[in-house]
């Protein structure tokens, strides 16, 4: 089934769909297929994940001349490098001549140029062929044996790729976003910790898990005692992101298990800034949370309906990871605390809507922003495409 552009639509009963974007105070939540049947997945794998703009990793994981890395995105594998000049490529991870993967999946490695471990071709870092190894009489035209490119774009340091090549430019993708995120400046941070998860829940559950505090009184009581569960508000506005804010109590500068910081306030960030948390999630794979004296991440990579790798990084200003004594590790603890209360509910919930029992529910006052996500995704189900314009 098509409407209109061409896209498919999604393998989900349109009256379903309708009820997600029905008005809020009167819609429901997504069908129980929507989180567990591996035809949605694989359709969100080419229309939401592959057709959009994904998160592959910060440029500082690419920087270095010779870089190279390999990054998931849908069901292609991209390979990110750094060239002499400093310029970054991306390409699909597929050797021109039988295939061979170029680098193994999730891996890094810095060289001069590109060989693959199958049978040694040898590209240079910008993908045009350099050497057919060993390949005898037998004529390779090196014009026609490039790696096959890959859209990327960057913002505030972090790497996007497009696969299909036609996504909306990335700024119109990041629509509102990008002023929003600006006085936090994540592009000059660096990444002090990362810890990566792997779970059994829809990466959308993660998502929706993510937009809301409604849950924060049952069971985040260390999240409770920095920031009250039912302050902030959510925003609407332009692009491909759903979020909001909360409050930080007075006590609190930042959320830690004890609220103090043991790092500074981000440089320049307006005073109200420094009493405030900003969660955001860009469509469809980076929660992007703003502290006052950090910034931490969660990318995911969907691999099943029932299973997604987070990744998440703490951002802290490089000349705070340069002091003697720096730790991150009070903000680390405290979002590893909450994000495995998180996980656990999202297990929880991946199990709930995969009962013949689920039946999609009402969202309450505390939960806008995930109405937002869900409106979001129901008309790309039903359309084919995210579309930031609304
Ligand atoms: S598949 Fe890469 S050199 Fe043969
Ligand atoms: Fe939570």
């Not at 009963?13 to 069908?31: M, N, Q």
């Not at 069901?75 to 060239?83: S, V």
């Not at 909001?244 to 500068?253: I, N, S």
Request: with cysteine; proline share 7%.
């Amino acid at each position: 089934m098509t409407i209109g552009n061409a896209s498919p639509t999604a393998p989900i009963p349109e009256d379903a769909l309708r009820r997600v974007i029905a008005p809020f105070g009167s819609s429901r939540t997504l069908p129980g297929k929507a989180y567990s049947s591996a035809e949605v997945f694989a359709w969100e794998q080419k229309q939401l994940f592959e057709a959009g703009w994904v998160c592959l990793c910060r440029e500082e994981e690419v920087c270095r001349s010779g870089d190279h890395r390999a990054a998931r995105l849908g069901r292609q594998g991209i390979l990110l490098t750094r060239d002499d000049g400093g310029a970054l490529h991306a390409f699909f991870n597929v050797c021109r001549h039988r295939g061979h993967e170029l680098l193994e999946p999730g891996c890094s490695a810095n060289a001069r140029a590109i060989r693959c471990p199958y049978h040694a071709w040898v590209y240079e870092l910008d993908g045009s062929l350099k050497t057919a190894t060993r390949f005898g009489d037998v004529a390779v035209d090196p014009a026609e044996h490039e790696l096959v490119p890959v859209r990327v774009a960057t913002w505030q340091g972090w790497i996007f790729a497009n696969v299909s090549g036609d996504a909306p430019p990335l700024e119109q993708w990041l629509g509102d976003l990008s002023d929003l995120v600006a006085p936090h400046a994540p592009g000059r941070l660096q990444i002090a910790a990362r810890h990566s998860y792997e779970i059994s829940s829809n990466w959308k559950i993660i998502t929706e898990n993510y937009h809301e505090c409604y849950h924060c009184p049952q069971i985040h009581p260390q999240l409770c005692r920095v920031s009250p569960p039912d302050s902030g508000r959510n925003l609407s506005l332009r692009g491909a992101w759903t979020g909001g804010f909360m409050e930080l109590v007075a006590e609190a500068d930042t959320m830690a298990l004890d609220g103090k910081s043991h790092s500074v306030p981000l440089p320049g960030l307006p005073s109200e800034s420094l009493r405030e948390v900003y969660y955001y999630g860009l469509l469809p794979n980076l929660l992007i949370s703003l502290h006052p004296d950090y910034v931490l991440t969660h990318r995911l990579e969907p691999r099943a309906a029932d299973r997604t790798f987070i990744e998440c990084q703490w951002l802290f200003p490089p000349e705070e990871l340069d002091r003697k004594n720096f730790s991150p590790d009070y903000a680390v603890e405290f979002w590893d605390v909450t994000n495995q209360q998180d996980w656990k509910a999202c297990e929880s919930v991946q199990r709930g809507v995969s009962s013949l029992g689920f039946r999609p529910g009402p969202l309450s006052a505390r939960e806008s922003a995930v109405y937002r996500f869900l409106t979001q995704v129901a008309r790309a189900y039903l359309t084919g495409r995210v579309n930031p314009a609304g």
